[in-house]
């Protein structure tokens, strides 16, 4: 009988569930063998938020939410032995680590912290990211500057007995790598075995995604208790066979669907999914429902990982602002289309050039257009709706400019249409994203201990 080891992930987002990851940690505590649980907490832009509060506290910085998940399983996972991996170190590992330690010198003080370091560009001594990056200096500073790292930091910080292992932006995928790496003692140049531990990876990384939660669609898949979803596990064995199972007695379903629709997630290129520790084809993978929500996955084929990393940036520099009325009644559809009229002609007044996004909330909104033909053809069809909203959204340089056409959307109280109410106004600075390739050979990741 070859080995087998249980990787389960309790977090897909930064404000997923806390109460669904203890009730996988309680389910990992009750089965035997080599367990780990991973914490996935970051999303692309959120590394800058993160920056933001490190600047205005030191102590801050790491994921927000990161104890709401950490402490409820402390206690479960330790007495049995079952090591936590998670990026929610975010922008401050450091931070996170201490207080952790903190809440469990008197419990466990022979307990071992790890901090996966190197991935965070703006801690270099020199601004070494200024060679891939180009920023308009003028007008874009950068909050954050990352690199997605690979599981080698996880897999060293868990054979020097760590027990739990903060990192900042490592790639999702990889939180499983290295705990599959270690549990099983696959070599990182072992490209099939990279793209078995991947591919768990990936099907972990989005949490009850893969257990039923994206894939629930009333009439058409249904879900068993989407209340109470099950988060997944990982079943992975020495010989790299892969199963796909979750937290037992909670709802939510593991079946070829909802594998293959999470198999296929933000994968641009099924045949070259690049990530930093294998290029992972899925052009022969294969599925199948082994029942009693269990999926087995094969005919995973890997490729050497790629000799870049990719890099990513949090810029500042422009300021986002969104107004919402609404309109509602006999007549509140064309009231709503003629408010739309309205605050296109000010706007241009206003402000030529600026290209609001004006939405008008279950009529044309997700998929709506700048030029509003989506919402032509859909006002053609006469909708008989009568609630309607109204939303504005825009982005400029000019904080003053962008208050001053909100202010627009407010006016419409007393300048028509009739009946609008309920404005809403929210300003706030915009962060956007950059993205870049960097040789992997600058990028070199550090422990610390804590």
């Given at each position: 009988?070859?080995?087998?080891?249980?990787?389960?992930?309790?977090?897909?987002?930064?404000?997923?569930?806390?109460?669904?990851a203890?009730?996988?940690?309680?389910?990992?505590?009750?089965?035997?063998g080599?367990?780990?649980?991973?914490?996935?907490?970051?999303?692309?832009?959120?590394?800058?938020?993160?920056?933001?509060?490190?600047?205005?506290?030191?102590l801050?910085?790491?994921?927000?939410?990161?104890?709401?998940?950490?402490?409820?399983?402390?206690?479960?996972?330790?007495?049995?032995?079952?090591?936590?991996?998670?990026?929610g170190?975010?922008?401050?590992?450091?931070?996170?680590?201490?207080?952790?330690?903190?809440?469990?010198?008197?419990?466990?003080?022979?307990?071992?912290?790890?901090?996966?370091?190197?991935?965070?560009?703006?801690?270099?001594?020199?601004?070494?990211?200024?060679?891939?990056?180009?920023?308009?200096?003028?007008?874009?500073?950068?909050?954050?500057?990352?690199?997605?790292?690979?599981?080698?930091?996880?897999?060293?910080?868990?054979?020097?007995g760590?027990?739990?292992?903060?990192?900042?932006?490592?790639a999702d995928?990889?939180?499983?790598?290295?705990?599959?790496?270690?549990?099983?003692?696959?070599?990182?140049?072992?490209?099939?075995?990279m793209?078995?531990?991947?591919?768990?990876?990936?099907?972990?990384?989005?949490?009850?995604?893969?257990?039923?939660?994206?894939?629930?669609?009333?009439?058409?898949?249904?879900?068993?208790?989407?209340?109470?979803?099950?988060?997944?596990?990982?079943?992975?064995?020495?010989?790299?066979?892969?199963?796909?199972?979750?937290?037992?007695?909670?709802?939510?379903?593991?079946?070829?669907?909802?594998?293959?629709?999470?198999?296929?997630?933000?994968?641009?290129?099924?045949?070259?999914?690049l990530?930093?520790?294998?290029?992972?084809?899925?052009?022969?993978?294969?599925?199948?429902?082994?029942?009693?929500?269990?999926?087995?996955?094969?005919?995973?084929?890997g490729?050497?990982?790629?000799?870049?990393?990719?890099?990513?940036?949090?810029?500042?520099?422009?300021?986002?602002?969104?107004?919402?009325?609404?309109?509602?009644?006999?007549?509140?559809v064309?009231?709503?289309?003629?408010a739309?009229?309205?605050?296109?002609?000010?706007?241009?007044?206003?402000a030529?050039?600026?290209?609001?996004?004006?939405?008008?909330?279950?009529?044309?909104?997700?998929?709506?257009?700048?030029?509003?033909?989506?919402?032509?053809?859909?006002?053609?069809?006469?909708?008989?709706?009568?609630d309607?909203?109204?939303?504005?959204?825009?982005?400029?340089?000019?904080?003053?400019?962008?208050e001053?056409?909100?202010?627009?959307?407010?006016?419409?109280?007393?300048?028509?249409?009739?009946?609008?109410?309920?404005?809403?106004?929210?300003?706030?600075?915009?962060?956007?994203?950059?993205?870049?390739?960097?040789?992997?050979?600058?990028i070199?990741?550090?422990?610390?201990?804590?």
């Amino acid at each position: 009988m070859t080995k087998t080891i249980l990787v389960g992930c309790g977090a897909g987002f930064a404000n997923d569930r806390p109460d669904a990851a203890l009730r996988l940690a309680q389910d990992l505590a009750q089965r035997t063998g080599q367990r780990y649980i991973m914490l996935e907490l970051l999303a692309e832009r959120t590394l800058a938020e993160a920056q933001l509060r490190k600047g205005v506290d030191p102590l801050a910085g790491y994921a927000s939410r990161l104890f709401d998940f950490l402490e409820p399983i402390l206690d479960v996972c330790i007495e049995a032995g079952i090591p936590i991996i998670t990026n929610g170190g975010a922008a401050n590992p450091r931070a996170a680590a201490q207080r952790l330690r903190d809440i469990l010198a008197g419990r466990y003080p022979a307990l071992k912290i790890a901090c996966v370091l190197g991935d965070d560009l703006l801690e270099e001594p020199t601004a070494r990211y200024d060679r891939w990056l180009s920023l308009d200096p003028a007008g874009q500073a950068p909050i954050s500057v990352n690199v997605y790292t690979g599981a080698d930091g996880i897999v060293t910080a868990l054979a020097e007995g760590a027990g739990i292992v903060l990192c900042g932006r490592v790639a999702d995928p990889s939180l499983a790598v290295g705990a599959i790496r270690h549990g099983l003692g696959w070599a990182a140049d072992d490209w099939q075995k990279m793209a078995v531990a991947t591919a768990a990876g990936h099907l972990l990384e989005c949490c009850t995604q893969v257990t039923g939660g994206y894939f629930a669609h009333p009439g058409m898949k249904e879900i068993p208790d989407p209340a109470n979803l099950g988060c997944p596990i990982a079943e992975v064995h020495q010989d790299g066979r892969l199963i796909i199972g979750k937290t037992r007695h909670c709802g939510g379903r593991v079946s070829e669907q909802t594998v293959k629709e999470q198999l296929l997630y933000e994968v641009h290129d099924p045949r070259r999914y690049l990530t930093p520790d294998v290029v992972l084809d899925l052009g022969q993978a294969r599925v199948h429902d082994l029942g009693e929500d269990r999926v087995e996955i094969s005919g995973l084929l890997g490729h050497r990982r790629p000799d870049t990393l990719k890099g990513l940036a949090g810029v500042r520099g422009l300021w986002f602002g969104e107004a919402e009325i609404s309109y509602a009644g006999p007549g509140a559809v064309p009231r709503a289309a003629l408010a739309r009229e309205i605050l296109l002609q000010r706007f241009d007044r206003l402000a030529p050039g600026v290209e609001p996004w004006i939405d008008l909330s279950g009529i044309a909104s997700l998929f709506n257009d700048h030029a509003g033909r989506y919402l032509q053809q859909r006002l053609a069809q006469a909708p008989a709706l009568e609630d309607v909203r109204v939303r504005v959204g825009l982005t400029h340089t000019d904080r003053s400019l962008v208050e001053t056409l909100l202010a627009e959307v407010e006016s419409l109280y007393t300048n028509g249409p009739a009946g609008g109410g309920g404005v809403r106004r929210h300003l706030t600075e915009a962060v956007t994203t950059r993205s870049f390739l960097l040789p992997r050979s600058e990028i070199h990741t550090t422990l610390e201990w804590y």
